[in-house]
């Protein structure tokens, strides 16, 4: 959400500056800094002292340079690292402003036809204070966000998932009641001043709901820093780099080897669709050999990669892939006793959405339901997933049932660790898989058994929004499945 689609709403309407039939004059004139101290002083609800002046146009158009620019400049801190500039998305937070220069007109009390410099003024002296005072919202809102996303205040507090919602609101609600004090100081209450202020609050609703697009946005293109970022590799998306894939495709699906009769084996499907980090790289690499060796699944992983170095080697990681893959394995294997395992690793939000990158080429997240659709249609039964992102617990509810086993790397509400450009292995991928699946072969135990030791190694590394809290969901029809590939697999 952004804090200037809440507060570029037109607020009140200031009382008439002049009386009709009075001329502006030299008395009448105030400096543009002083407009700016009065603007701020109403973000504070203490009254401007603008008397019967009015502001000169240049003067309304400097003001709103300034709060344009801090309003620009102040959302930009928020985002950790290079950002693209989203032009459209920082003008749609300014949408309700013709809308209320015209409603402010409508709603100025009326005066006769000599008087219409009188009505003129108040709006524009309106327009102006309320810019100078968005100022001191701006600054604040920005300000305790920049310094969470940053980590320059640390605490169990800014763990709660919704610390930012009540932040925002608590800034929604001041700049709105700067804009009805406005209005009730200036115009009093008023049939249309209240109208005014109706549309002001529906307004604000629907910029809420409408425009959820960020101004600025991470440049995952550029997110390492320059001297690393000049010595990757880079996608170049020709039409050889396309024919390629097409290509890896037939052959990474002719090559999946076939179920045995009798044998309940295992296969493998292995996502990781965050091209712009090379822990993804490494970790689902890692996962990929160990189900190969330790589950007797060699010739029987797909492993699907966003990485500018393996356009050559590996399927990308896409959610139509994701989808081709489940149904191709499906054709391959037994549905009803065979086992699929599925890793997903990247980054994770609020929302539970699995984040996808792979500049220059267009890929959508992944969600929880769209995991389960495939696999529902796909008709596998036996299901062991892996999801390791922050914010993963949220896959559970969607993906469990009793032919599925379940693990994340935290609950719905707090990240995971790990996943950082200097990271070799998650926490999770390192324990779970790298150490405790090479000693057992029982993703339940390996799960107990890894828990701790993430929980030790967060601690260690100073984790500031609390244990990740890995989860695991156990369907009552999966666990004997898994005991008895146990069972085969250590004779």
Known sequence: MQESQVQHTLPGIPEPLMHPGERPGPATFLPTGRWLVEGLR?????????????PEPWQVLVIAVIALAVDAA????????PAIFNLQAWLSGWWTLPLFAGLAWWAFPSQESPACTVQRGGVTACLVLWLAASVSNTLVYEGLMAAMVHGWVEGRVLSWPWLRWAVY???????????FF???????????????ALALLASTALTTWQFETRSWEKDYARSADAEAVDNKPRLHL??????AQQ???????AAIAPQRPGVADVYGLVFAPYAAEDVFLRES??????????????????????????????????TLNLQRAIETLAGRMDRDNDVLVVYLTSHGARDFKLAASHWPLEVAPLSPAELREALDKAGIRNRVIAVSACYSGGWIDALADDNTLVMTAADATHTSYGCGQLSELTFFGRAMFDEQLRNTRSFEQAFARAVPVIKQREIDAGKADGFSNPQIRVGANIGPVLRALEQRLDR
């Open 238 to 243: 020709s039409q050889e780099t396309l024919e």
């Open 74 to 81: 102040a959302q930009r801190v928020e985002v950790m690292g």
């Open 169 to 179: 609101f608590v800034f929604t609600a001041w700049s709105l009641g700067v804009s």
């Open 182 to 196: 406005l209005i009730v100081r200036f115009a009093g209450w008023t049939g249309r001043a209240a109208v005014f």
């Open 42 to 54: 109403a973000a504070f609800f203490l009254s401007p002292r603008v008397s019967a002046r009015a």
């Open 247 to 253: 290509a890896l495709w037939q052959r990474t699906v």
């Open 285 to 318: 690499t890692m996962v990929s050999r160990v189900l190969a060796e330790r589950f007797d699944a060699n010739g029987r992983v797909l492993h699907l990669l966003n990485h500018a170095g393996t356009a050559q080697t590996h399927p990308w990681a896409t």
